[in-house]
């Protein structure tokens, strides 16, 4: 299975949108790695974190998020249902789960239904020990549009960007940087 060759079905190459969904991915991939070297006692996959952090935005295309070139008609929160949708089709079920638990530090059935966002209600939690490591990678960089790669984001800025979320995305974001950092 080869990451590029998927992404390459959604997104011409060459396109800023590939371009910035190819540099994300392999930051966050170069991100969990190394913090998997941190955990190698658990025995984490290192193959599939590799790809599933690749993949794990492939549903942004279909959102609307112009400042990203995202020209798709739903919320920029869903692209992780949706890149679950793809890459089940392409009977990729295990990184599928990893893009629907990636988006925020994982997002219960509770929090849905009392937010009343726009995702089925299930819990959309991190599970195992990859996805843990992508999601806690994936909160290190942001998507940038402008050209030159983006800097990794220091753990107090990523604590700030989540406490208006809950201190309970804080305390699970602290305890992965704790295990993985």
Same mark, same amino acid.
């Given at each position: 299975?080869?990451?590029?060759?998927?992404?390459?079905?959604?997104?011409?190459?060459?396109?800023?949108?590939?371009?910035? !969904?190819?540099?994300?991915?392999?930051?966050?991939?170069? *991100? &969990?790695?190394?913090?998997?070297?941190?955990?190698?006692?658990?025995?984490?996959?290192?193959?599939?974190?590799?790809?599933? &952090? $690749? !993949?794990?935005?492939?549903?942004?295309?279909?959102?609307? #998020?112009?400042? /990203?070139?995202?020209?798709?008609?739903?919320?920029? !929160? %869903?692209?992780?249902?949706?890149?679950?949708?793809?890459?089940?089709?392409?009977?990729?079920?295990?990184?599928?789960? =990893?893009?629907? +638990?990636? =988006?925020? =530090?994982?997002? #219960?059935?509770?929090?849905?239904?009392?937010? %009343?966002?726009? /995702?089925? @209600? +299930?819990? $959309?939690?991190?599970? #195992?020990?990859?996805?843990?490591?992508?999601?806690?990678?994936?909160?290190?960089?942001?998507?940038? @549009?402008?050209?030159?790669?983006?800097? @990794?984001?220091?753990?107090?800025?990523?604590? &700030?960007?989540?406490?208006?979320?809950?201190?309970? *995305? =804080?305390?699970?974001?602290?305890?992965?940087?704790?295990?993985?950092?």
């Amino acid at each position: 299975m080869d990451p590029a060759e998927i992404i390459g079905r959604y997104y011409a190459p060459g396109s800023a949108l590939h371009r910035i !969904l190819m540099e994300h991915g392999e930051l966050v991939a170069r *991100k &969990a790695l190394a913090a998997a070297a941190r955990v190698s006692h658990l025995e984490p996959d290192l193959a599939f974190i590799e790809s599933a &952090a $690749m !993949l794990h935005d492939i549903g942004i295309f279909l959102t609307r #998020s112009p400042g /990203l070139g995202c020209r798709g008609s739903e919320p920029y !929160l %869903r692209h992780g249902v949706l890149g679950r949708e793809l890459l089940d089709a392409l009977e990729l079920p295990r990184h599928g789960l =990893v893009c629907e +638990r990636h =988006v925020g =530090v994982g997002l #219960s059935a509770e929090e849905i239904r009392r937010n %009343r966002l726009p /995702l089925p @209600e +299930r819990d $959309m939690l991190p599970v #195992s020990i990859e996805e843990q490591l992508v999601c806690y990678a994936d909160k290190f960089y942001s998507k940038n @549009e402008n050209g030159r790669p983006p800097a @990794e984001k220091p753990i107090d800025r990523i604590v &700030a960007e989540l406490r208006p979320h809950g201190a309970d *995305k =804080v305390a699970r974001f602290l305890r992965w940087a704790a295990l993985f950092g």
